[in-house]
C-alpha cells in the first residue's frame, strides 16, 4: 500500500523560512505527480504547488517564496518555503496521483490526487 510520510514545519516569525518534506513508499510510480494542499483552520483546503514531469507549478499566494522539487527515483518531495506570511500558517499535506499525468493538465483539485499524508503544522507568527 502508498504511504506518504510528511516532516518539517514547525513555527518561524514572518519572513522566516521552513521546508517540509514527503517520502512515499510502496507501489508508486515516478511518472505520478506529488504536490503539497494545506488547510488552515475554517478554511477551504487550498492548493500549494505540484510537480509534474519534473516541473513544479504553485499557487499565486506562493509563486516566487516556495520552492518545490523531487527525487523522482525515491518517490520523495521537499517544499522550501520562504518570505513566510501568517497566512501561510496551515496543516500541510503531501499528495500523490495514482495515475499517469496527462502532461495538457495542470493537477489543482483535491480530488487530482488518490494519496494524502497525515499533515504536518505550519505556523508563521506576526
Known amino acids: 500500500q502508498v504511504q506518504l510520510v510528511e516532516s518539517g514545519g514547525g513555527l518561524v516569525q514572518a519572513g522566516g523560512s521552513l521546508s517540509v518534506s514527503c517520502a512515499a513508499s510502496?507501489?508508486?510510480?515516478?511518472?505520478?505527480?506529488m504536490g503539497w494542499f494545506r488547510q488552515a483552520p475554517g478554511k477551504q483546503r487550498e492548493f500549494v504547488a505540484a510537480?509534474?514531469?519534473?516541473?513544479?507549478y504553485y499557487a499565486d499566494s506562493v509563486e516566487g517564496r516556495f520552492t518545490l522539487s523531487r527525487d523522482g527515483a525515491k518517490n520523495t518531495a521537499n517544499l522550501q518555503m520562504d518570505s513566510l506570511k501568517p497566512e501561510d500558517t496551515a496543516v500541510y499535506y503531501c499528495?500523490?496521483?495514482?495515475?499517469?499525468?496527462?502532461?495538457?493538465?495542470?493537477?489543482?483539485?483535491?480530488?487530482?490526487?488518490?494519496?494524502w499524508g497525515l499533515g504536518t503544522q505550519v505556523t508563521v507568527t506576526s
Open positions: 499528495v500523490l496521483r495514482n495515475m499517469v499525468d496527462n502532461p495538457n493538465l495542470y493537477y489543482i483539485k483535491s480530488t487530482d490526487y488518490a494519496y
Open positions: 510502496g507501489r508508486t510510480a515516478s511518472g505520478n505527480s
Open positions: 510537480i509534474r514531469r519534473g516541473r513544479p
